[in-house]
């Protein structure tokens, strides 16, 4: 302590390094040239699909009668092409997936929201499909949650899921559509059915090279026979029938 107070210098040069902050080694990082990402190889092609099955191809249809409806549709709901073309071809290839009619689907999408996928009912009922997502709420879970709802691939899908399981509980399409409209319980569908049919007749004669002028109206078809009376659990179901339920 004298030596410093003697020699202030020497104290002086001991503070400066005290306080003196180690320097630490920098090293430059250089980007790639950008000639040098473009020239990157590609991923991996995919494995080759198996071959389709008769029933597969039958059910995806050819590209020439997915674009006569891709056309047709888009023309009939005023939706941009490239719109109509993903709708057609996500219908489509559900279809295949899960063993339904891709024009059943179309059919009840038009019907149901005009191809417009944020369509809601007043009962909430959401999407392309009109799905009540509160109702089948688990079968979005692996799409990201409810607000998949709105999701058009999402929505045909789950919907497309539903009225699979109404068809095949039912034991027939027109059974199907109307436990799809919530009408199960019910006397009558109010048509409804009808005009998901006759959409889907027009579709069929549009997939098959027929000229049908977008602006047809759907002839709903003949009234089906009377449904046998329901059991007593499902009169206990109240409320305004609902599509998607």
Known sequence: MAVLFVRPDLAKALSDSLNRTPEVETVAVTAPPLTAL??????????????????????????????????????????????????????????????????????????????????????????????????????????????????????IRVGALILKDYVTRGGSVEAGLKSYVGAA?????????????????????VSAGKKVPPVTRVMAAAPAKPAAPVAAAEKSVSGTQIAGL
């Open 38 to 155: 473009m020239d990157a190889p590609a991923a991996p092609a995919p494995a080759a699909a198996a071959p389709l099955s008769a029933e597969e191809k039958a059910l995806l249809g050819t590209q020439k009668q997915q674009q006569l409806v891709t056309t047709w549709l888009s023309k009939r709901y005023r939706v941009a092409g490239d719109a109509a073309n993903m709708l057609v071809s996500t219908a489509y290839l559900t279809a295949r997936e899960i063993k339904l009619d891709p024009l059943l689907i179309l059919a009840v999408m038009s019907i149901e929201s005009g191809l417009n996928p944020f369509a809601e009912s007043p009962m909430g009922a959401q999407g392309l499909m009109q799905v009540m997502s509160k109702v089948h709420h688990e079968k979005f879970q692996d799409m990201g949650g409810l607000q998949a709802a709105l999701n058009p691939v999402a929505n």
């Open 185 to 205: 319980a019910f006397e009558t569908d109010e048509g409804y059915g009808g005009k998901v049919m006759g959409e889907y007749n027009l579709l069929k004669q």
